[in-house]
């Protein structure tokens, strides 16, 4: 079976010239097109509607033949629809779900040097509010879904693609929405999530292509120490705010066991064939079925190299007293965490319990991966999925064509997307997209948000070739 699929994957990137050459005129300028109508169409939470860009999307889909049966706009609030669209396979596979989100960040026209709400090409990048995050994605995955369905194309599995509402801000989440309410429309074998730039490029050249493979887990902790109180001219032996910072102190000197997992082990490895030096032979000495512990301190001294390795907790907010005049009554502080999957919120609640070693403090865990919990125990541990041959194959595949030489990585995300709905509703979700920025150009969420022309259209062309890859593999 992987002979076969290999021999399938060499034969596309064989024929992958002409079926680049046959992207015409029309299909780009129908991605762009779609583009720009998505940037115009404000979906912020304060003044902007999603179920507006969806209803466009969905006529879209209409006028290329797609069934009204296969089309759906539904959702929580009048605002806030999410669009699913469905191209139907011969089902010898169960579908795969490609995830974006429509929402983007707030943009106030006096901070840019344009209209954040009007597609503008200036200098060789578009310019608008999402550009980057992720309207790009959302026109490239649509005009990919069209292109199919005038080609008569038809996958061994559906192929379903959900675009959402909520990911920035607000709540009514789409993707939590759809698992919980309408898991019909979405059930799927895997996922793949297109938000985010993976090609990561220096001064336009590429360097590699990050396929996020796995995700940490997000949760804040609540810490809580109370104490009686009083005048602050008569100060007790016990002050909440000592307290309180006693505890952050200990929690500052501490660091979580390092570990590696599948996914971190496969970036590593990656890592190691490319790496010179000193810390080639670190990254080798961390591999073995033993790592070296010395090799394991001067790596994890830097911050990426340690969020991958370890779970990782700290301070992110603090608030105490009542009064200038008053001894403090209660001091609260929020931890955050980003948890290595494989690990319940409710074993790292007890370690932080251990490690601030106060007894009169009161750990909480209040949110996890998007959600709320009343209780630690809400939330159970989520196992990072297996590496996917076929994802990966067909990412490799894609990249060769397009970027020749250029490696891609497995990774896991230290972040939180809302993928994470989908992996707690038992759907592994793995990250593909062929955008590529520069290091120093990534501007999601920042002002005069940007994407280069040719990286649109490089972004488009892998995408295609990346999802027929994957179908291909099956």
């Known amino acids: 079976m992987r002979m076969l699929f290999r021999a399938m994957l060499v034969a596309l990137a064989a024929a992958a010239p002409a079926a680049l050459a046959d992207v015409d005129a029309g299909t780009r300028r129908l991605a762009l097109d779609i583009f720009k109508e998505l940037v115009e169409i404000n979906t912020t939470e304060s003044a902007g509607s999603v179920t507006r860009a969806a209803e466009t999307l969905a006529r879209r889909l209409r006028a290329a033949g797609f069934d009204d049966a296969d089309i759906a706009l539904v959702g929580p609030v009048e605002r806030k629809k999410n669009l699913v669209v469905r191209l139907r396979g011969s089902g010898s596979a169960r579908p795969v779900l490609l995830l974006g989100h429509l929402d983007v960040v707030e943009a106030d026209r006096k901070d840019w040097d344009t209209d954040p709400f009007q597609f503008v090409e200036k200098d060789g990048y578009y310019y608008g509010r999402g550009t980057q995050d992720m309207k790009d994605g959302d026109a490239i995955m649509v005009t990919t879904l069209i292109r199919l369905k005038r080609e008569g194309y038809r996958p061994p599995r559906d192929v379903i693609l959900a675009l959402t509402a909520d990911e920035e801000t607000g709540d009514a989440n789409g993707v939590e929405w759809l698992m919980n309410h309408r898991r019909d429309l979405v059930d799927a074998e895997f996922a793949l999530n297109h938000d985010d730039i993976c090609v990561h490029s220096s001064g336009g050249k590429p360097l590699y292509m990050q396929l996020v493979a796995s995700e940490k887990v997000y949760a804040d902790f609540e810490l809580t120490v109370r104490n009686k109180g009083g005048h602050s001219s ?241």
């Open 234 to 474: 008569e100060p007790a032996a016990d002050n909440a705010i000592y307290e309180l910072a006693g505890a952050l102190q200990r929690l500052a000197g501490y660091r979580f066991p390092f570990e590696l997992n599948d996914v971190t082990r496969a970036y590593y490895a990656r890592m190691a064939a490319r790496a010179t030096g000193a810390r080639a032979a670190d990254l080798k000495a961390i591999l073995a079925v033993a790592p070296d512990p010395a090799a394991v301190e001067r790596l994890t001294a830097d911050p990426i190299d340690n969020s991958l390795t370890r779970t990782t907790c700290v301070a992110t907010r603090l608030s105490a007293g009542q009064a200038n005049n008053a001894l403090p009554q209660k001091a609260q502080a929020v931890v955050n965490c980003r948890i290595l999957p494989g690990h319940e919120p409710e074993d790292v609640r007890r370690e932080l319990v251990r490690v601030l070693a106060e007894p009169k403090l009161a750990v909480r865990l209040v949110t996890a991966s998007g959600a709320s919990f009343d209780a630690a125990e809400s939330l159970h541990a989520y196992t990072a999925p297996p590496l996917r041959a076929d994802v990966l194959g067909a990412a490799e595949t894609a990249a060769a064509v397009l970027w020749p030489g250029m490696p891609v990585i497995p990774w896991m995300s230290a972040g939180a997307t809302d993928a994470a709905y989908a992996i707690a509703a038992g759907i592994p979700v793995f990250v593909v997209s062929g955008t590529a920025v520069d290091e120093s150009d990534r501007r999601q969420h920042a002002n005069d948000e940007r994407l280069g022309v040719e990286a649109f259209y490089r972004s488009l062309d892998f995408y295609y070739l990346f999802l027929k890859a994957l179908l291909a593999s099956h």
